[in-house]
């Protein structure tokens, strides 16, 4: 470059023999402000332009985490929480002195299901953070088997509560007088015009009440001789009553009959005439208009009640409830 003062060949921004300042023939050009955004194209009429491009470079978004498989354990108890039904559970250990605790724990109701030593097939319920939860109030500290919490925790009820249940249902149904039992023996009782048979008990005894006096001298006795002694005093006498056995037989119930034959005596009561029934576990009490003693009919543990609810079947002792309660449907029926 030629320094237009002195005339000289100079380079840089001042002249080397002067000092003159020299002109620059060019500037960089300025940096594009952050805010600005870079040019476009023009974009065709109709047509979708391009979407603008952050100039800031966010960082890529997580990869989302696969939920950690079930284990075998939890898999084989159910995801779901029996108390609250919740899908919630999961797996921890606690270890013990002699044994690692396998503990199954809600993370919702904080429901506490612990194994039995060892035996991942049955499992306590021992705590919840819900005590007033039906559930926790049903089977707090009992242990069941993992069907069991599964049937629970999808609405159902254990085996014990099921069973419960179905008696329950099974015995309104016997006093309501809807359902029609078929008797297991034939029966030695010849049926009436319109007479259907619902029990036939074999080895049944009946009893009456029988009055029983004791007594016993009081006052000394006086010994006179040898071998010879007299009571002074009064005899007193207590009496009572005492269930004596009159007899064995078959005891049958029909739709309009309670019949009893046996060896030594038979008898037959119209259900209508009945005043009342009294239930024990082994026997049943009946009281009938025109008779003053009480009849007792022992032996019935000795037989079975079948019955089925739902597809479930079950078999129970024959007790006087059940007898009282079928008595009970007969009359319902007959209105």
């Known amino acids: 470059m030629i320094c237009p003062q002195c005339g000289k060949q100079a380079t840089g921004h001042f002249c080397s023999e002067c000092g003159a300042r020299l002109p620059q023939d060019s500037q960089a050009a300025p940096p594009t402000p952050p805010s600005a955004a870079p040019a476009r194209s023009p974009t065709p009429s109709g047509a979708l332009a391009d979407p603008p491009v952050s100039l800031v470079q966010k960082p890529p978004a997580p990869a989302a985490v ?3 498989p079930a284990t075998p354990l939890l898999s084989h108890f159910g995801a779901v929480c029996p108390v609250c039904a919740a899908q919630a559970m ?3 250990d606690v270890k013990g002195l002699f044994h690692t605790k396998r503990e199954l724990v809600c993370g919702r109701c904080g429901s506490v299901f612990v194994d039995q030593k060892g035996d991942y097939q049955h ?4 705590e919840t953070a819900n005590p007033a939860a039906e559930h926790w109030q049903l089977y707090k500290h009992k242990t069941l088997s993992t069907a069991e919490w599964r049937r629970i925790a999808s609405g159902g009820l254990s085996t014990e509560a099921q069973s419960e249940a179905d008696l329950a ?3 309104t149904e016997l006093r309501q007088g809807r359902v029609h039992l078929q008797p ?3 029966s030695p009782i010849l049926a ?3 007479e259907s048979t619902l029990f036939v008990l074999a080895n049944i005894s009946l009893h009456e009440p029988r009055s029983v006096t004791r007594g016993a001298y009081g006052g000394p006795s006086v010994h006179v001789a040898k071998g010879v002694t007299l009571r002074v005093g009064g005899f007193q006498a207590q009496s009572h009553e005492e269930l004596k056995e009159l007899d064995q037989g078959t005891l049958v119930l029909t739709n309009k ?4 034959s046996g060896g030594l005596r038979s008898l037959e009561i119209d259900l ?4 009342s029934v009294d239930p024990y576990a082994n026997a049943v009490a009946v009281r009938r208009s025109g008779k003053e003693k009480t009849e007792f009919f022992f032996g019935l543990e000795h037989h079975t009640y079948d019955f089925v609810v739902q597809g479930r079947r079950y078999t129970e002792p024959m007790s006087g409830l059940i007898l009282k309660y079928a008595i009970e449907g007969l009359l319902a029926a007959a209105g």
């Open 90 to 92: 999961h797996e921890t």
């Open 257 to 260: 009959r309670l019949c009893f």
């Open 123 to 126: 499992f306590e319920l021992t």
């Open 192 to 194: 009436k015009a319109g």
């Open 184 to 186: 297991q023996t034939a």
């Open 272 to 275: 209508g005439k009945l005043i």
């Open 169 to 171: 249902a099974a015995m």
């Open 66 to 68: 696969p939920a950690a």
